[in-house]
């Protein structure tokens, strides 16, 4: 049974850091991508941050770039994401995405709120 279990959310002030992490099973980890994705209520969902399956070149949302850091443990099939200087708008529910040429895997989300 694939799943992918998403931690570290909660509610931070602005500025301040969180550090999310997908643990993935049922499926071989590292043959996918990952992503994480994020859903803010009334907009789209958007891609955060991707890395490979062999980790490497990550690509990140404009939004997001120089303050998030996608990184991957293969050993311990677990992503994560590193979000600093967070700012409300950062608000959303945030998703991990496993993906290869075949399938797509998602975890149920994690809420991240940034207010003061």
């Known amino acids: 049974q694939v799943q992918l279990v998403e931690s570290g959310g909660g509610l931070v002030q602005p500025g301040g850091s969180l550090r999310l992490s997908c643990v993935a099973s049922?499926?071989?980890?590292?043959?996918?991508?990952m992503g994480w994705y994020r859903q803010a209520p009334g907009k789209e969902r958007e891609l955060v941050a991707a890395?490979?399956?062999?980790?490497?070149?990550?690509n990140y949302g404009d939004s997001v770039k120089g303050r998030f850091t996608i990184s991957r443990d293969n050993a311990k099939n677990t992503v994560y994401l590193q979000m600093n200087s967070l700012k409300p708008e950062d608000t959303a529910v945030y998703y991990c995405?496993?993906?290869?040429?075949?399938?797509?895997?998602w975890g149920q989300g994690t809420q991240v709120t940034v207010s003061s």
């Open positions: 890395i490979p399956s062999a980790g490497g070149s990550t």
């Open positions: 049922g499926f071989t980890f590292s043959r996918y991508r």
């Open positions: 995405k496993a993906s290869n040429s075949w399938y797509d895997y």
